[in-house]
């Protein structure tokens, strides 16, 4: 079964420093991989996904994650943070063979300012 | 954008009543998902439901919860009887596909059960 973990539950910088947020995953197919953002009282939504190709994706909000398969990691960047940024980030994972998403324990993400 | 609509917000009951939780899923949508998270916690999945049936469930899709989407109305997820421990938000979700598609969430409902 695959499974998610995140293992930063807290992480806090300041206003226009970099950011990686850590995610690995444990599936042994080949996974469907996301990143959700949950702002307060909130729904999650979707930052970035990755399926194939390029392990470099690009999401939304200047967001972008690598898929290293070797390492079992999909961590979460942004080059440079602002104070709206601050939220609570969940990697997900999705085996090809099922239907159920399974997500990690979230990193609540402070900016600030 | 899409919105998947939760009503109500927040709901109270005391523990042993039934309650509904309900789901307006974004229209052209075919799956459809409960999500449970406890204050602070992980988004715990709880049931997958396609076709007017349950796809995949987990441990914590207890025999009291129950899942239906009659007429294609309202995507429902009903306890009965509640349990304290029942308190959470509930997240629906629905995606057009199951291949590779997001996830569309909704704003949550809170159940405090009394």
């Known amino acids: 079964a695959q499974s998610v973990t995140q293992p930063d539950a807290r992480v806090t910088v300041s206003e226009g420093a970099s950011l990686q947020l850590r995610c690995k995953y444990s599936?042994?197919?080949?996974?469907?991989l996301f990143w959700y953002v949950q702002y307060p009282r909130q729904g999650l939504q979707l930052l970035l996904k990755?399926?194939?190709?390029?392990?470099v994706v690009q999401g939304v909000n200047g967001f972008e994650a690598e898929f290293i398969k070797s390492n079992s990691s999909f961590h979460l960047r942004k080059a440079s943070v602002h104070w709206s940024d601050s939220a609570v980030y969940f990697c997900?994972?999705?085996?090809?063979?099922?239907?159920?998403?399974?997500f990690g324990t979230g990193t609540r993400l402070q900016v600030l300012p | 954008g899409p919105k998947v609509l939760q009503i109500p917000s927040h709901q109270i009951i005391d523990m042993g009543q039934m309650v509904t939780l309900n789901c307006d899923p974004v229209?052209?949508?075919?799956?459809f998902y409960w999500y449970k998270q406890i204050l602070g916690q992980q988004m715990e999945f709880l049931v997958n439901?396609?076709?007017?049936?349950?796809?995949?469930k987990s441990k914590l899709f207890k025999d009291q919860f129950s899942v239906e989407r009659p007429d294609g109305s309202y995507f429902t997820l009903k306890i009965q009887p509640t349990a304290l421990e029942d308190s959470a938000v509930y997240f629906c979700?629905?995606?057009?596909?199951?291949?590779?598609?997001?996830?569309?969430f909704g704003h949550g409902t809170k159940l405090s059960v009394l």
């Open positions: 979700a629905s995606s057009l596909t199951v291949s590779n598609e997001r996830l569309f």
């Open positions: 599936y042994s197919g080949t996974p469907y």
């Open positions: 990755y399926y194939s190709g390029d392990p």
């Open positions: 997900a994972v999705r085996s090809s063979n099922t239907n159920k998403v399974v």
């Open positions: 229209s052209n949508h075919l799956y």
């Open positions: 439901f396609y076709n007017g049936k349950v796809m995949e």
